[in-house]
T-cell receptor, first 114, second 111 residues
Framework: ETGVTQTPRHLVMGMTNKKSLKCEQH?????MYWYKQSAKKPLELMFV???????ENNSVPSRFSPECPNSSHLFLHLHTLQPEDSALYLC?????????????FGPGTRLTVT | GENVEQHPSTLSVQEGDSAVIKCTYS??????FPWYKQELGKGPQLIID???NVGEKKDQRIAVTLNKTAKHFSLHITETQPEDSAVYFC??????????WGAGTKLIIKP
């Protein structure tokens, strides 16, 4: 496979469930990102990893827990979510986190919290 | 705080006509301005970008203009085609090189 892949593509979970989102990039990039996309709102950057180290955490609630075991894989662990967390979660990668590097996005995971 | 405003939220144009999407940013230190296109069921994809030392950049039917004094930048699509239908996002570089995103414009090309 090429590019950035995300699994699952769709996820429905109750507020007491625990689930994980997976992202894999096949581009040899060093940086990976999690974004939250809600309808008619700007993309919200959640977490940034560069060379497996977390460099940004934009005040994301602790019910979202990222994990980056290597530069090619990124996970988002979810627990005790709220209905307002329902959104499209996008993973992206880039060669570096410096200004001007193109971000390559996966197709996203559509999350519904019931 | 840093923000990017994008207008319009929806734009409907006749096939073959031109489309213009405008963005305004707040951080005068922003130096990099990309535009991404998001098709249904896919993630955003970079289509063109511009840096602050350039006023205009073209790539076939798409062009971007930048006015640093006014803190405005715009996307121009000429001779629109059905495959141009998508949601377009502008962004501006912010602190720590993070991108500050606009809320998106849904472009509809009418046959």
């Amino acid at each position: 496979e090429t590019g950035v892949t995300q699994t699952p593509r769709h996820l429905v979970m109750g507020m007491t469930n625990k689930k994980s989102l997976k992202c894999e990039q096949h581009l040899g990039h060093n940086a990976m990102y999690w974004y939250k996309q809600s309808a008619k709102k700007p993309l919200e950057l959640m977490f940034v990893y560069n060379f497996k180290e977390q460099t940004e955490n934009n005040s994301v609630p602790s019910r979202f827990s990222p994990e980056c075991p290597n530069s090619s894989h990124l996970f988002l662990h979810l627990h005790t979510l709220q209905p307002e967390d329902s959104a499209l979660y996008l993973c992206a990668s880039s060669q570096d986190t410096s200004e001007g590097y193109e971000q390559y996005f996966g197709p996203g995971t559509r999350l519904t919290v019931t | 705080g840093e923000n990017v405003e994008q207008h319009p939220s929806t734009l409907s144009v006749q096939e073959g006509d031109s489309a213009v999407i405008k963005c305004t940013y707040s951080d005068s230190a922003s130096n990099y301005f990309p535009w991404y296109k998001q098709e249904l069921g896919k993630g955003p994809q970079l289509i063109i970008d511009i840096r602050s030392n350039v006023g205009e950049k073209k790539d076939q039917r798409i062009a971007v203009t930048l006015n640093k004094t006014a803190k405005h930048f715009s996307l121009h699509i000429t001779e629109t085609q059905p495959e141009d239908s998508a949601v377009y996002f502008c962004a501006a570089s912010g602190s720590n090189y993070q991108l500050i995103w606009g809320a998106g414009t849904k472009l509809i090309i009418k046959p």
